[in-house]
């Protein structure tokens, strides 16, 4: 068999003033087989063909000296269809207007003055242009960020292909630097030059079997395949959602057991069994919604679910979860170590990647020098500042809602009768559920123009202060109202006889009588479960309907026109589509860890959550959305500092709860202070005996401003109601103040414990897997000795 040599071109040899040929060879019939050599190169150089079956892989041998750039591993022409990097789409409807035109041939024109080659077909409605980048770009690319740990000395200095993953990467930072013209592809598709631009899905069959699929749930993820298809930085985030998933199943397992404790006490509880019991006891009116005196009696269900979630375990399960929230951070640091070590990228550096991807776009491409203004920066801060005020200004309307809530429900719907407050409860939690999703666009709008007058110096810096922007908002429109109901509900709305009132006219809303945790518990478990249901339904219903209407027209005949059609009814994906995701996970992880005190289930509830949320972005990115460009990343960036950030947070929120929420603090006083057991245990009776009488203060109904109005008033001389006030004239009585000390001591101590916990956490567990310290002193060293041992570096 004998092969012809049909065609040749040269390419300049960046380090020589030789040039290279490169020829293309091909078969009448079919290609030649393997060990049929050839000899096709320049007289006086050393360059072999060897052929392989169908496709004809050329191994080029340069002689000593010599440089060679990338080859191409060439197919006949008459198999499979060129691979395209990218994709343009046009509306044909744009080609009216001459501008766009122009614009779109030029934007062409300088592709292909760069090495670009493309390719157009249309259909009845749009234009495709497939672009492919010359291989010289990739040789560039490979010499600029070559390091000593991935070329090890004596081996071929270039490889004999390109990852698809980098070739995408460099394709896209190439198409998106400014032009000769001074446009980007962002700026054409913005303009509508081009209605969009996208790289192909090609060769995702295997993770579409393996993994996003519904019942692949409960298998293992394969995070080498994802990272070969989608980059580094989409794989080290499926990695740590797997870790943190993983790492959930103890906290809910612990939290779930702290809930089911409650039960046992469910009858056997004294203060529950007191409350039942409690007939005789009329409790004080609580707003203008109700008009009469309640028995104490009446809250015996209410006192008996509070004691599943407000019992002693709650303090050992929070100080856990502190612990929990360091370890998990800590293993999953050497878990990232031991993957970025497999994957080669221990040493890469983020900076030199920038510089380098720039010399490519722009051989005259200098960096951008780090720059601060004092003045820029207080701009920001003022200006986050305001917006972190309007986000507790949210809660205030919350607030404002729950009183004019209450009187609305009460006069509309008077067959609630007692059950008001909960409706309240309920429907404030709705409320703020639809303020977050409002507010979320908001506040990324906001971020987005503070990054954008801040005048990040690299995309990886904008994508940085981005993140701390966007966090810091998200999380007051996330916590606000939870802040609200743990640490200021029904403590500043004064006493009966003595209440403050909105505009003079709507007294302020009380927590339920059997106390604020119960109104902490219900608004987490409905924003949570919102969070984790409505949301996740509506992240996959939206794209699966949208691709299911876009899909309706069959694709063409032309398997590479239909391939182009297929990708491009995709949904569409964003720079920060990732960021997204991450953000949803750490939403999540601030309601695991920072109220966990007052919702145990929590971590349960997260669990469950993360198994689906694994599969439904694997589902999204590789069945319904357009490919992610792919990123290279060796960390998780800047939001590994918001989980530490979070689990300070966590410490001093759960500590709060505990000590001014939770009704630990006053049990605990009672039972060594003023109880029966104040000078040691008594078999005989209960420790907690006459904890109810003791905790509710008594006011006089003659004192009402107004007691006519209040039904029954008559028969009743006196009312209770939750706090340390004197009867005499209602200020804090001495118990008050003693229990407010306590309070503050509990909060400095627990505070302190748990924070030398996790300090002490984080120095046992080291950041980084001894195995993969010496593995990496192990390279260094071979390199030296390498070095130490080369004939250059002995004397002559």
């Known amino acids: 068999m004998k092969a012809t040599c049909v065609g040749g071109s040269k390419l300049p040899d960046e380090k020589h003033s030789s040039t290279i040929h490169v020829l293309a060879c091909a078969t009448a019939q079919s290609c030649l087989t393997l060990g049929d050599p050839m000899d096709c190169g320049p007289p006086g150089s050393s360059v072999h063909g060897i052929f392989?079956?169908?496709?004809?892989?050329?191994?080029?041998?340069?002689?000593?000296?010599?440089?060679?750039?990338?080859?191409?591993?060439?197919?006949?022409?008459?198999?499979?269809?060129?691979?395209?990097?990218?994709?343009?789409?046009?509306?044909?409807?744009?080609?009216?207007?001459?501008?766009?035109?122009?614009?779109?041939?030029?934007?062409?024109?300088?592709?292909?003055?760069?090495?670009?080659?493309?390719?157009?077909?249309?259909?009845?409605?749009?234009e495709f242009f497939g672009i492919r980048a010359d291989n010289r770009m990739f040789d560039r690319y490979w010499r600029l960020t070559e390091t000593e740990d991935t070329v090890p000395r004596g081996e071929l200095s270039r490889p004999t292909s390109i990852r698809a993953t980098n070739r995408i990467r460099i394709v896209d930072f190439v198409l998106n630097s400014k032009m000769a013209a001074g446009d980007t592809l962002q700026d054409l598709v913005k303009d509508g030059v081009f209605e969009a631009g996208f790289p192909l899905h090609k060769g995702e069959e295997h993770l579409k079997k393996k993994w996003a699929r519904w019942r692949s749930m409960f298998q293992r993820q394969p995070i080498s395949d994802i990272r070969d298809y989608f980059g580094e930085k989409v794989a080290l985030y499926f990695a740590w959602l797997g870790w943190y998933t993983y790492m959930l199943v103890p906290a809910a397992v612990i939290g779930l057991i702290v809930f089911l404790s409650g039960f046992s006490q469910f009858e056997a509880s004294q203060i529950s069994k007191e409350i039942c019991k409690a007939h005789d006891i009329y409790m004080c009116p609580r707003g203008d919604h109700n008009r009469r005196f309640q028995r104490l009696s009446d809250t015996c269900a209410y006192a008996k679910l509070t004691h599943l979630f407000d019992n002693e375990g709650t303090v050992l399960f929070a100080i856990f979860m502190a612990l929990w929230a360091t370890v998990f951070l800590e293993l999953w640091k050497r878990e990232r170590a031991r993957v970025v070590l497999q994957w080669e990228l221990y040493g890469w550096d983020e900076d030199q990647e920038e510089m380098a991807l720039g010399l490519i776009s722009c051989p005259d491409h200098q960096p951008q020098l780090h720059q601060h203004s004092y003045l820029r920066s207080t701009v920001i801060l003022l200006l986050s500042l305001l917006m972190i005020c309007l986000m507790i200004g949210m809660a205030h309307v919350l607030v404002v809602y729950r009183v004019l809530a209450a009187a609305l429900f009460n006069s509309a719907l008077p067959f609630l009768g007692e059950q008001v407050t909960t409706a309240v409860v309920v429907s404030g939690a709705l409320v703020h559920y639809v303020i977050i999703l409002i507010m979320t666009k908001i506040n990324k709008y906001v971020a987005l123009k503070l990054c954008d007058f801040e005048k990040p110096r690299t995309f990886s810096e904008r994508e940085s202060k981005f993140t701390i922007k966007f966090f810091t908002l998200q999380f007051f429109a996330h916590f606000s109202s939870l802040i609200?109901?743990?640490?200021?509900?029904?403590?500043?709305?004064?006493?009966?006889?003595?209440?403050?009132?909105?505009?003079?006219?709507?007294?302020?809303?009380?927590?339920?009588?059997?106390?604020?945790?119960?109104?902490?518990?219900?608004?987490?478990?409905?924003?949570?479960?919102?969070?984790?249901?409505?949301?996740?339904?509506?992240?996959?219903?939206?794209?699966?309907?949208?691709?299911?209407?876009?899909?309706?027209?069959?694709?063409?005949?032309?398997?590479?026109?239909?391939?182009?059609?297929?990708?491009?009814?995709?949904?569409?994906?964003?720079?920060?589509?990732?960021?997204?995701?991450?953000?949803e996970m750490m939403i999540q992880y601030g309601f695991t860890t920072i109220f966990v005190a007052a919702f145990p289930l929590a971590p349960l509830l997260a669990l469950f959550s993360n198994l689906v949320e694994i599969r439904l972005d694997a589902i999204k990115m590789v069945r319904l959305q357009r490919r992610l460009v792919p990123r290279k990343a060796k960390d998780i960036g800047t939001w590994l500092q918001v989980l530490e950030i979070i689990g300070v947070l966590a410490v001093i929120a759960n500590g709060m709860v505990i000590a001014f929420t939770s009704e630990f603090i006053p049990r605990v006083v009672y039972k060594y202070r003023y109880g029966p057991c104040r000078r040691g245990a008594q078999s005989e009776v209960d420790c907690f005996t006459g904890y109810v009488n003791h905790s509710l203060s008594v006011f006089y109904t003659k004192d009402f401003q107004d007691?006519?109005?209040?039904?029954?008033?008559?028969?009743?001389?006196?009312?209770?109601?939750?706090?340390?006030?004197?009867?005499?004239?209602?200020?804090?009585?001495?118990?008050?103040?003693?229990?407010?000390?306590?309070?503050?001591?509990?909060?400095?101590?627990?505070?302190?414990?748990?924070?030398?916990?996790?300090?002490?956490?984080?120095?046992?567990?080291?950041?980084?897997?001894?195995?993969?310290?010496?593995?990496?002193?192990?390279?260094?060293?071979?390199?030296?000795?390498?070095?130490?041992?080369?004939?250059?570096?002995?004397?002559?």
């Open 52 to 126: 392989q079956g169908e496709d004809s892989l050329r191994i080029l041998v340069p002689t000593e000296g010599e440089s060679l750039p990338l080859m191409d591993i060439n197919t006949c022409e008459t198999e499979a269809p060129e691979l395209w990097d990218y994709v343009f789409v046009v509306d044909r409807r744009t080609q009216r207007n001459p501008g766009q035109v122009q614009r779109q041939r030029q934007f062409l024109e300088e592709l292909e003055n760069q090495g670009f080659r493309y390719k157009a077909m249309e259909d009845q409605e749009k």
């Open 484 to 583: 609200y109901i743990a640490f200021i509900l029904g403590r500043i709305n004064g006493h009966p006889g003595k209440t403050v009132r909105l505009a003079g006219l709507w007294k302020l809303e009380e927590c339920h009588l059997s106390g604020c945790m119960m109104d902490l518990f219900v608004q987490m478990a409905i924003i949570m479960g919102l969070k984790q249901t409505l949301s996740n339904c509506v992240e996959y219903l939206k794209p699966w309907l949208a691709h299911k209407c876009r899909s309706l027209r069959a694709p063409s005949q032309d398997p590479e026109l239909g391939h182009w059609q297929r990708n491009y009814r995709l949904n569409p994906v964003y720079t920060f589509s990732l960021f997204n995701e991450f953000m």
């Open 707 to 796: 007691p006519a109005k209040i039904e029954g008033w008559e028969n009743v001389t006196e009312c209770r109601y939750r706090d340390y006030f004197s009867a005499q004239d209602s200020n804090f009585s001495e118990q008050q103040w003693f229990l407010l000390a306590i309070r503050l001591a509990f909060l400095i101590l627990f505070e302190h414990v748990a924070l030398c916990i996790k300090l002490i956490a984080a120095w046992f567990v080291p950041d980084v897997p001894q195995s993969v310290k010496n593995e990496v002193l192990k390279k260094k060293y071979q390199r030296l000795e390498e070095k130490s041992c080369s004939p250059k570096s002995t004397d002559v």
